[in-house]
């Protein structure tokens, strides 16, 4: 769940928005006609007991945001793309971009508007360590970090800016509105 957002609106409040977020997520992959598996914290289990997901649920790995990433990316064969469950604009044309750009890139990054980015696809992800060592999580730098680790001769692609949402502040109005949807 997202602890920061609960602070700010309650835990059942922000749970009821990350749950109403992850599944226009899976819609958007599904329209995308993307194969995707949710990674759960702490554990699949856990997740599954208070979220129905339409998609297989795997333990999210220990660790730093870009310790979990690069180990998740690991487990995948070939072009991995990994999207963050907190983007409440995230449609399926920016992830089909995404998957016609695979082929001609090493890295596709879907910046988000507070510096880091809500998107991350990675050709060879192999390499996920060295990409996400020493980032500054959850800050204004995550981006210019992660574009610092890449390697000379890579290929990068930047989708649209979106933003996410971590606090009461990143809402809009409109989201606001579906946490109120049934």
Not at 1 to 8: P, Q
Not at 32 to 50: K, Q
Not at 88 to 105: G, Y
Not at 144 to 162: E, F, G, M, Q, S
């Given at each position: ?8 609106i309650g835990s059942i409040a922000a749970a009821q928005w990350y749950r109403r977020t992850l599944a226009r997520t899976i819609a958007a992959a599904r329209a ?19 979220v129905r997901a339409a998609a297989p649920v795997r333990d999210q790995q220990r660790g ?119």
């Open positions: 769940m997202k602890s920061r957002l609960a602070r700010d995308a006609r993307i194969d995707l598996a949710i990674c759960a914290a702490p554990s699949a289990a856990v997740f599954g007991s208070t730093d945001l870009g310790r979990r990433m690069a180990l998740a990316a690991k487990c995948q064969p070939g072009f991995t793309v990994i999207v963050g469950s907190d983007i409440p604009d995230l449609a399926p044309t920016i992830l089909r971009a995404a998957v016609r750009s695979a082929a001609r890139f090493d890295l596709l990054i879907g910046p988000a508007r507070d510096g880091g980015y809500y998107l991350i696809g990675l050709r060879t992800p192999a390499h996920a360590f060295r990409l996400f060592a020493k980032v500054r999580w959850s800050s204004a730098h995550a981006l210019a970090d992660t574009l610092a680790n890449v390697p000379k001769h890579w290929r990068v692609h930047l989708l649209p800016i979106l933003a996410d949402v971590d606090v009461a502040a990143d809402l809009k109005p409109r989201h606001w509105h579906r946490l109120s949807e049934n």
